[in-house]
Every structure is written in C-alpha cells, then in structure tokens.
C-alpha cells in the first residue's frame, strides 16, 4: 500500500499564537493509517496545542489541517466540525475535580457508555470490587487516576478511526499504564487504529510507538522511530469505512460544534 493512501492526517505551514506568544510553529507533518506516535516534550513544548489542532478543537492562526486530504468542514457560524471517528482524551484536564461544573460532577459513570455495557469495559482494567463502585459512581466522587481511566476506556470503545490522547498515563501507576498499553496496541494491531500519545515520557511512549516526535519551544526539534512496528491496518474497516464513504470530501462529522479559538 502506497505512502498516499495511508495518509490520514497532514499539517502545513501551521502557526499558533497566544496572548501574542508563538507557541506552535509546524512546516509540515504527516500521519498515516495504523501507525502510533508518540508526541514527545517538556511542559509548554506544544504538545496540547498540537493535540488540539490535529482533533479540531481549536484552530490555528495560519495554515491547513488536512484529515483524508480535505481540510475540517466548518458550520455557518465558523465553527469547526469534528469528524466522528476523530476520538480526542485529554487526560490532565479531564482529572481536575476542582474545574468541573456541578452538571458534570453528578454525571453517572455508567451513562458514559452508552453503546457498551460500562461493567465488562471497566473490569478490563479495575479489579470487580474497584469495577462495581466505579460503575455506580458520579464522576465528581472519582480520583484523578480513576477518571483518567474511565475518560480513556470510553474514548477507546468509541471505536475511532484516529485517537490523540494528551498526557498518556499521566494519573495512572504502573499496572493501570500496562493494562492500557496492551489494549492500545492491540486496536492498533486488530483494527488499523492510528493512535497519537503526547507525554513528556520519553522512555514510556518509545517502549511501544512506532514514530515518535520531539517537541521543542513550539518547533518540531527531530522526529525518530520507536521499538513498536505499525499494526498491519486492517483492510476490511477500510473498505468498509470508503465504501459508506465514496466521496473523499465527506467524511463523517460529529453533531455538535467546537468554536474555533
């Protein structure tokens, strides 16, 4: 399979500034099917601002995002439309109890997954007595750690096409990091998922993504491969993902919108 097409994500000329502070400068980056990248740098390295330009939950001052070669569509209003198989956890912000609303702190764990059972999703990765309390929780009585891992278990089961993740494992102790890992790899590896950690860590992102790029003052600074070898992408999901969508130019796209920032 051609370099072509596997490419599912493309940046150039990308530029972000803040409060009059550059603090994203991209010529250019590719992405492609199957592959896990690992996004790597020390803290106001760029890494969220990253993130955020490649799901579209915000948008840069200049330059094109391009995800299937076709740039994010937008609303009347200027807003951008996520793709739907675009899957964006951000960890450390979710895990901040002290900036929830009061609607969210009282949101049941278990309305959380609405397609799947939120039992046989959580006990992969708590123990049954940790599963059933975490279950019957609101998420405002949860620690940062057990958020964190409900915040990614759902944003794994939501099948995406592409799942960016800020701040890997940032809450999580050494068996909850292992038990994520392993099923990171294997939706990459049974299902083609293109899969983009940003961690500081540098040793944990290399033990198992394939690409990994280094972050400096906004810059990318070099790009090298990890020890983990592209899953084989699986052929089935997409053809059927191209057959429902024959026209590149319509991908699927999320109901709500993100004003662009």
Same mark, same amino acid.
């Given at each position: 399979?051609?370099?072509?097409?596997?490419?599912?994500?493309?940046?150039?000329? !990308?530029?972000?500034?803040?409060?009059?502070?550059?603090?994203?400068?991209?010529?250019?980056?590719?992405?492609?099917?199957?592959?896990?990248?690992?996004?790597?740098? $020390?803290?106001?390295?760029?890494?969220?601002?990253?993130? =955020?330009?490649?799901?579209?939950? *915000?948008?840069?001052?200049?330059?094109?995002?391009?995800?299937?070669?076709? $740039?994010?569509?937008?609303?009347?209003?200027?807003?951008?439309?996520?793709?739907?198989?675009?899957? +964006?956890?951000?960890?450390?912000?979710?895990?901040?109890?002290?900036?929830?609303?009061?609607?969210?702190?009282?949101?049941?764990? %278990?309305?959380?997954?609405?397609?799947?059972?939120?039992?046989?999703?959580?006990?992969?990765?708590?123990? =049954?007595?940790?599963?059933?309390?975490?279950?019957?929780?609101?998420?405002?009585?949860?620690? %940062?750690?057990? %958020? *964190?891992?409900?915040?990614?278990?759902?944003?794994?089961?939501?099948?995406?096409?592409?799942?960016?993740?800020?701040?890997?494992?940032?809450?999580?102790?050494?068996?909850?990091?292992?038990?994520?890992?392993?099923?990171? !790899?294997?939706?990459?590896?049974? +299902?083609?998922?293109?899969?983009?950690?940003?961690? $500081?860590?540098? +040793?944990?992102?290399?033990?198992?993504?394939?690409?990994?790029?280094?972050?400096? =003052?906004? +810059? !990318?600074?070099? !790009?090298?491969?990890?020890?983990?070898?592209?899953?084989?992408?699986?052929?089935?999901?997409?053809?059927?993902?191209?057959?429902?969508?024959?026209?590149?130019?319509?991908?699927?796209?999320?109901?709500?919108?993100?004003?662009?920032?």
């Amino acid at each position: 399979m051609s370099k072509k097409t596997t490419l599912i994500l493309e940046l150039k000329k !990308i530029q972000r500034v803040v409060r009059n502070t550059p603090v994203l400068d991209i010529r250019h980056l590719k992405f492609h099917k199957g592959t896990v990248y690992g996004i790597v740098g $020390p803290v106001g390295s760029g890494k969220s601002s990253l993130l =955020n330009i490649l799901s579209g939950s *915000s948008k840069p001052n200049s330059g094109s995002i391009l995800y299937d070669y076709n $740039p994010f569509k937008k609303s009347f209003f200027g807003s951008t439309l996520i793709p739907k198989d675009v899957t +964006h956890v951000n960890i450390d912000k979710a895990s901040f109890l002290e900036n929830f609303t009061e609607k969210n702190s009282n949101t049941a764990v %278990r309305s959380l997954f609405k397609k799947s059972n939120a039992t046989q999703v959580l006990s992969k990765y708590f123990s =049954n007595l940790s599963t059933d309390k975490i279950v019957n929780a609101s998420l405002g009585t949860l620690t %940062r750690g057990e %958020r *964190s891992a409900v915040e990614l278990s759902t944003g794994i089961e939501s099948d995406p096409r592409v799942l960016i993740v800020d701040d890997y494992a940032l809450y999580f102790d050494n068996k909850m990091e292992s038990k994520f890992r392993k099923k990171l !790899i294997n939706i990459n590896k049974d +299902h083609g998922t293109t899969i983009i950690l940003a961690s $500081p860590n540098e +040793h944990l992102l290399r033990s198992f993504c394939s690409v990994l790029i280094y972050l400096d =003052n906004g +810059h !990318i600074s070099k !790009i090298r491969t990890g020890s983990h070898k592209p899953g084989s992408f699986n052929r089935q999901r997409s053809q059927g993902y191209k057959k429902n969508n024959s026209n590149k130019s319509k991908p699927r796209y999320k109901g709500k919108n993100v004003k662009s920032k």
